[in-house]
């Protein structure tokens, strides 16, 4: 943790304009604090962070300095070897990033930034997992943002396969948004990476996280966006995205729903490519799968030829995330038979109920 980061950082504050500017003047913090009383002579800041310079002192800092260090919150700037070079390239780029974990994660190869709906259904959830884990699989970072819903579910299903993962929070780091994913975001800590662009004690704003998805998007090579309703959070990384020149990637939906509005927009306007799974991004980014004999059989595997006749009426009628009550209207069968045949289906991992608790048929 260096006093002249957390200087500069309260100098400068978030998504400054003269960012990408300020990244490749060759100069440093410390440098910039050796002349704190006449920045102007530089020609790139503007006259609020001229006259913060002046009156502000490393010791006016030192509060906040030892905040973070007794956290364990590390911290690095532009001009380090170690920055994550994907984010120098854009003009609002972040001038210094506080963080806990591995930093080198960002530096891997392949990321694909995988974003979507706080309040994601059945169907959403499981693409989530599917993309999430295929890109894991096939050794890409797996960024997002650890909201609830889709980019929790993401960060979950790439640890769960073995991969790695980078969260951008729009808090603090010795905060957590939201609170019930606080002991998620301190094993992500520890084993993975987890990042923010602001000081202890920054004030929360909604535009916080909106400034945060300018960073999801510049430190991936891909976007996949699931399930983004017309007007969405989301669709804010993907104008990002798009800025950089980064392929969007999205699951399509029902015309039907409004869970899918701005998704099929963005397949509507040509602005994405359609995908069911991460493999096609991984792909699209140069990575082949090599698929062994083993595995593209038990991709084929047959149902189970022992099913009872109440599971194989459930499976006839299921399509996407399904309630079992829903199952049951359609199927027009008592309530106890459907329960007992997702039992049985559950058992075969023929089905699997998600976190909302919907059904979804996965062979």
């Known amino acids: 943790m260096s006093r002249y980061n957390v200087w500069f950082s309260v100098v400068m504050g978030t998504c400054c304009s003269n960012g990408g500017v300020i990244a490749a003047s060759g100069y440093t913090p410390r440098d910039f604090y050796a002349c704190r009383d006449n920045l102007g002579q530089f020609g790139f800041f503007s006259e609020k962070q001229v006259e ?102 993401a960060h979950k299903a790439c640890v769960e396969a073995g991969g790695r993962t980078a969260a951008f929070t729009g808090v603090p780091l010795d905060e957590c948004f939201p609170r019930a994913n606080a002991d998620f975001q301190h094993r992500l800590e520890k084993g993975h990476l987890v990042l923010s662009e602001y000081i202890s004690g920054y004030p929360y704003y909604g535009a916080n996280f909106i400034q945060r998805n300018r960073l999801i998007a510049a430190a991936s090579d891909a976007v996949c966006v699931i399930q983004a309703k017309k007007k969405s959070g989301s669709l804010a990384t993907v104008n990002r995205a798009i800025e950089y020149d980064r392929p969007v990637f999205t699951v399509p939906g029902s015309i039907f729903s409004t869970a899918y509005r701005g998704s099929n927009r963005l397949l509507i306007k040509g602005e994405a490519m359609a995908t069911a799974d991460g493999k096609t991004i991984m792909e699209y980014l140069g990575v082949s799968e090599e698929r062994t004999a083993e595995a593209v059989q038990a991709e084929e595997k047959r149902l189970p030829d022992d099913l009872s006749e109440g599971a194989l009426a459930v499976l006839a009628v299921m399509d996407g995330a399904m309630f079992s009550s829903r199952i049951a209207k359609v199927a027009a069968l008592p309530a106890a038979v459907v329960k007992a045949a997702l039992t049985e289906l559950e058992m075969y991992a023929v089905i699997e109920k998600t976190a909302t608790g919907e059904y979804i048929r996965l062979k």
């Open 52 to 153: 913060k310079a002046k009156t502000l002192a490393l010791k006016d800092t030192e509060e906040i300095y030892l905040r973070h260090a007794e956290r364990g919150i590390e911290s690095t700037n532009y001009a380090d070897a170690w920055f994550p070079k994907r984010l120098l390239g854009i003009a609002t780029a972040p001038l210094v990033l506080f963080y806990k974990g591995d930093l080198s994660i960002l530096e891997a190869q392949h990321t694909v930034a995988v974003i979507g709906s706080r309040r994601c259904n059945g169907e959403g959830e499981k693409a989530a997992r599917i993309i999430a884990g295929d890109i894991a699989g096939m050794g890409g970072v797996v960024v997002s943002g650890l909201a609830q819903g889709v980019d929790t579910v």
